[in-house]
C-alpha cells in the first residue's frame, strides 16, 4: 500500500501565501483521486479540495477562489497553495487518497478514502 507524506506547514502571517505537497511512496494505479482535508482542533475534520487522475478538480464552495490544488505526476506530488492565508486557515492539513475512482461526490466523505497523511500543521498569525 503506497504511503502519502505532507509537507510544507508552518507558521506563516495573515495575508501570506503557502505551498503544501502531498508526496506519495510509489507509483498510484491508473485512476485515483487525492483531495485535501484540514482539521481545526475540537471540529470536524472538512474538505478542501480534491484532483482526479485525469486533471479534473474539485473544490469545496468555501475554499474556491483562495485555494488552488495542482499535481506533478513525475514527482508523485499534489500540491495544495493558498493565497491570502486567514487566521481561520489554522488547521492540520492532510492528503488523502482513493484509487479505482475520480473525486466525486462521495469525497466528502473521510471514510471513503484508503490512504492518508501524517498531516502538517498550518498556524496563521497576524
Known amino acids: 500500500v503506497p504511503r502519502l507524506a505532507e509537507s510544507g506547514g508552518g507558521s506563516v502571517q495573515a495575508g501570506d501565501s503557502l505551498r503544501l505537497s502531498c508526496t506519495r511512496s510509489?507509483?498510484?494505479?491508473?485512476?485515483?483521486?487525492v483531495a485535501w482535508w484540514r482539521q481545526v482542533p475540537g471540529k470536524e475534520r472538512e474538505v478542501v479540495g480534491g484532483?482526479?487522475?485525469?486533471?479534473?478538480?474539485i473544490y469545496a464552495d468555501a475554499a474556491k477562489g483562495r485555494f488552488t490544488i495542482s499535481e506533478d505526476v513525475s514527482k508523485g506530488t499534489v500540491y495544495l497553495d493558498v493565497k491570502s492565508l486567514k487566521l481561520d486557515d489554522t488547521a492540520v492539513y492532510s492528503c488523502?487518497?482513493?484509487?479505482?475512482?475520480?473525486?466525486?461526490?462521495?469525497?466528502?466523505?473521510?471514510?471513503?478514502?484508503?490512504?492518508w497523511g501524517q498531516g502538517t500543521q498550518v498556524t496563521v498569525s497576524s
Open positions: 484532483i482526479s487522475s485525469d486533471g479534473d478538480l
Open positions: 488523502a487518497a482513493r484509487f479505482g475512482v475520480m473525486c466525486g461526490s462521495w469525497y466528502l466523505t473521510p471514510s471513503r478514502y484508503a490512504i
Open positions: 510509489r507509483e498510484f494505479v491508473t485512476t485515483y483521486c
